[in-house]
């Protein structure tokens, strides 16, 4: 059965938390929410709400067990991170194989407006993380798996973990007719093959995707959501307490400025499910599709200051992404850096990148071979970083965004629209000091192995 708000708060001075002053006279407190049901979806079937079976505390935590579902034995975590953020953990354990979504609902009766990461919602809306599927109906997408009601001037929100974490399937409902938001693991799609992503010709990416979650007999898979609330006036601090609370779970809410660089970065980590050389990857935003630009990648990565994840990404670079426009240069720093940090990179695939930089030096600089074709075609080369930090006017020439575009692939805005690679590399220095980087110098004149022990 469902608890009550007597027994919710019980079981809360058992496990040593102290509900909010507010939580006792409004039906729309964390710790009331945080006891919302918990439904299943099986394909087919209609979600099915869990029934409790046995409720403790433990390790400051409130640890529910639910009756078994099918094939699928379910429990919840439910823990208070700071005042105003509750996290809200989930493990299922699957005795045969089986397929299915989970949904964590919540019901705001007297919130008066809705909001998605994008906006005000006045009308129903179904938001997932990723976008852009060849031979598929664009549909509406947001960077942040958040959903919130607003009451009486205070935002109460629901966050999802990154979508890496849930095998890139996500997916927010909000309904302001029935006052209602979820947070979904996945958008009830079918199974089909993908041989295609938006933008790359290369024809290297093949899979097989669907909207639900997949599990094997014996193994356990966790999703993690988390509930806040914030006072709120307008759009901006809705998106600014969804940054902050996210940081607040994640351990990094020394200021909001972090908040605003590293949760982006944290939020663009993917499932690399269309090739086999890495688990994960660094997508350039929720329009991109699932593909993995190097220079793109080392960017994010450093942002998010995970070098276990950045290992992990740079695997996932293969020649083809090397080989295109300055990506080589960027592949043979992150090596460095990622050799330096203690992980192993792929000394082989240094060596042939280097000797491509070699190859396409003119006068001691690289230029990638895009640029000499252009140039000989009389059109204007592409244009790298370093020109574009060396010369100002040159930095809207290309990839020039507007404020729409950045809040939905980055989480925020820039006062001066910027070229999207520009202010990406700009940002990231703001938190990763980037003078401290080991140089690339005149590729005739290092090896691989010198590039790298000077980078120690």
């Known amino acids: 059965m469902i608890l ?30 945080a006891s919302a049901p918990l439904l299943v979806e099986f394909p087919g079937l209609l979600p099915q709400a869990l029934t409790p079976a046995r409720t403790r505390s433990a390790d400051g935590a409130i640890v529910t067990e639910y009756e078994a579902l099918g094939p699928l034995k379910i429990s919840q975590r439910v823990r208070q991170l700071k005042e105003d953020v509750w996290e809200r ?38 938001l997932l ?20 009601g607003v009451v009486n001037g205070r935002l109460i929100g629901v966050v999802g973990d990154s979508p890496s974490f849930w095998e890139n399937r996500s997916q927010q409902l909000i309904d302001p007719g029935s006052h209602r938001i979820s947070m979904r693991t996945g958008d009830g799609s079918a199974m089909r093959t993908v041989k295609a992503i938006p933008g790359d010709s290369s ?16 193994q356990i898979l966790r999703f993690v959501t988390w509930l806040f609330v914030a006072p709120v006036r307008d759009l901006y601090d809705v998106q600014l307490a969804a940054h902050r609370a996210l940081a607040q779970a994640k351990g990094w809410n020394d200021s909001a400025l972090t908040a605003v660089l590293r949760n982006p970065a944290y939020l663009l980590i993917r499932r690399n499910l269309f090739r086999n050389e890495s688990r994960y990857i660094f997508i350039s935003g929720v329009t991109y599709g699932w593909k993995q630009w190097v220079s793109d990648m080392a960017m994010i990565g450093l942002g998010l ?16 992404r090397i080989a295109y426009e300055d990506n080589a240069q960027h592949y043979l720093i ?26 396409n030096e003119k006068n001691g600089a690289f230029v990638p071979p895009r640029s000499n074709r ?42 001066k629209p910027k070229s999207k690679k520009h202010a990406t590399l700009m940002l ?23 590039l790298f022990m000077e980078s120690r």
Not at 305 to 320: N, P, S, T
Not at 334 to 359: E, K, M, N
Not at 430 to 447: E, G, H, M, N, W
Request: proline share 6%.
């Open 89 to 126: 953990a989930v493990e299922v354990l699957a005795e045969r194989e089986a397929t299915f979504c989970l949904e964590w609902r919540y019901h705001l009766p007297d919130a008066e407006a809705f909001y998605s990461w994008r906006g005000q919602e006045k009308d129903s809306v179904s």
């Open 4 to 33: 009550t708000r007597r027994e919710t708060f019980l079981l809360l001075g058992a496990a040593g938390i102290q509900p909010l002053l507010w939580a006792a006279e409004r039906e729309n407190s964390l710790p009331v929410l």
């Open 334 to 359: 992150i090596s460095a850096l990622v050799q330096r940090a203690g992980y192993r990179p792929d000394i082989a695939l240094c060596h042939r990148t280097l000797d491509f930089i070699r190859d």
């Open 374 to 415: 252009r140039l000989l075609a009389g059109k204007a080369i592409w244009i790298s970083f370093t020109t574009k930090m060396a010369t100002p006017q040159l930095q809207t020439r290309v990839f020039t965004v507007g404020p729409s575009w950045q809040r939905a692939n980055w989480g925020f805005t820039l006062a």
């Open 203 to 218: 024809d290297q990416y093949r899979g097989e995707l669907d909207g639900w979650q997949h599990i094997r007999p014996g």
């Open 305 to 320: 200051q995970d070098f276990e994840i950045l290992a992990e990404a740079l695997r996932g670079v293969f020649w083809v």
């Open 129 to 148: 993380q990723d976008g852009g599927e060849p031979g598929k109906a664009a549909r509406d997408t947001q960077l942040f798996p958040f959903a919130g």
């Open 428 to 450: 990231t220095c703001l938190i990763t000091r980037v003078d401290t980087f080991p140089p690339v110098p005149c590729a005739r004149k290092y090896s691989v192995e010198t």
